[in-house]
């Protein structure tokens, strides 16, 4: 089959071959986990050297004051490592509190947003189960960008500029705001107070981070809504993962209090309405769409603390629950489903494959770019604001309340067949991330794409979470014969402007007997691939 691919854009990045491979949101980062690679370390230790290079780098994106979960898969095991470790609400606020002082949601930018960063206990877990090089090791060159300094990339420039009332008289934002100026495209900028919080974290791991003096700034920049005894508790959990079989693969994810279970949910229907296998066939699209919308509606009353959730993880994902949805889609016109509501959301994600058959899919957030901006004294980082993704509904399986942990959107997947791994793909982008990889998905299994041609291809979201309608918002490569047939049977469709960052970067790599193939997403300007 011949596509009409878009021809490329700035920042596409050229697809990677080789028996191993990185894929990630920056060019330094992939080279950070290639340099692992070379001195012998797998790819878990890449994995963590990519994702700590990206907090230094990439800011707006993730950080040590973010959260972290990741699927491995390791050679002759049939279900891969799941790891959570997001962190929970702590002891200084609950939704009563808030209520009574007449809020109704929780704002980003308040310490009441801020849970119990999960990502240095997500480090140390991974390194510890899986990890074959010192932490120290591993973080070295993250450290040295951070001394040396690095360029400043558009995403950067952008959310320094942004948020420069409010982040550069912060002492956290040191060497970020060169001379008191904000910083243009290309300027290099250094940040020595996180250099030495990583430096710490090498050699004396959680402790560095957890307790001592960068727990007492936490504490402090939270007005202790966390305290020290919420930090002294491990964030990172080894659980088991949910899956499907979908189009002759197997699915892994991570179950609520991520919702990565759409990706899976929206996918297994995907095939099971059976569309034409042309990207270009307006029921391809169609199908696509219609399989989000028959799930996206119900997950903020289903994805909080496992404990807390009204279905369990299998329950979600339970082919005779999806079998009742199935029967009530149309191929021929859009299905009315019931109204959801809107969940906002920076975010980095990763994949590793080494020479070894190990592979590592990652995640790690501040949630909205920076976070809640509010900085962490001498310690040199931000810290995130995922607990605005708790509500203040009374009774509500989500309700904010000491020692939960919040709807999280991070939603990584690695997929394998007969045990042996075949995929890694994830996304950043919010709520958008279950949408994003459903698209990817049907163009790399069900249309047979190559990872860089599906790159390419044009992506779409839906409004589930924005507004009572329903509107498909499309880059403008989606040819107007698919446009105008989509809107016949029911869909509102509206243009983008372009090339829309916020629907990735997308990092995927495919895993075929001895070769990797990993491709960037030309919707991130650092984007980079990287094998050996």
Known sequence: MTLDIPARIDGASLTAKGRAAVVTPHALASQAAIDILKKGGNAADAAIAANATLGVVAPETCGIGGDLFALIHSPNHTTPDTLNSSGRAGSGATATMLRDSGLTSIPIDSPSAITVPGCVDGWEALADRHGSLPLGTILESAIAHATEGFAVTPELAGSLHRFQDVLAPQTASRGLYPGGATPDTGDMVTRPDLAATLAAIGQSGRSAFY???????????????????????????????????????????????????????????????????????????????????????????????????????????????????????????????????????????????????????????????????????????????????????????????????????????????????????????????????????????????????????????TSEWRDSGTTVTYEPHLDRSVVADLGVRGHTMEAAPGWMAGWGPVSVINVAGEVAIGAADPRGAATASESI
């Open 211 to 461: 307790a001592g003096q960068v727990a007492e700034e936490i504490v402090s920049a939270t007005r202790g809504v966390l305290r020290a005894e919420d930090l002294a508790k491990i964030q990172a959990r080894w659980i088991k993962p949910i899956s499907l079989d979908i189009m002759g693969w197997r699915g892994w994810t991570i179950p609520p209090n991520s919702q990565g279970y759409l990706t899976l949910a929206a996918a297994w229907l995907f095939e099971k309405l059976d569309p034409p296998h042309d990207p270009q066939d307006p029921a391809f699209t169609h199908a696509a769409i219609e399989a989000f919308r028959a799930v996206a509606w119900e997950r903020d009353d289903y994805v909080a603390d496992p404990r807390f959730a009204p279905l369990s993880a299998a329950e979600l994902v339970s082919t005779e629950r999806l079998a009742r949805r199935l029967d009530r889609i149309s191929m021929d016109h859009r299905t009315e489903w019931p109204t959801a509501t809107k969940a906002p959301g920076g975010t980095a994600y990763l994949c590793v494959s080494d020479a070894q058959g190990m592979g590592v899919s990652l995640i790690q957030s501040n949630f909205h770019g920076i976070g809640s901006r509010i900085g962490v004294g001498n310690s040199g980082f931000f810290l995130h604001d995922r607990g605005s993704g708790f509500t203040l509904e009374p009774g509500h399986p989500n309700e904010l309340a000491p020692g939960k942990q919040p709807l999280h959107t991070l939603s990584p997947t690695l997929w394998t067949s007969d045990s042996a791994l075949t995929m890694l793909l994830g996304t950043r982008g919010g709520h958008f991330q279950p949408q994003t990889l459903l698209q990817m998905l049907a163009y790399m299994r069900w249309a047979d794409c190559d990872p860089a041609a599906a790159q390419l291809l044009p992506r779409w979201t």
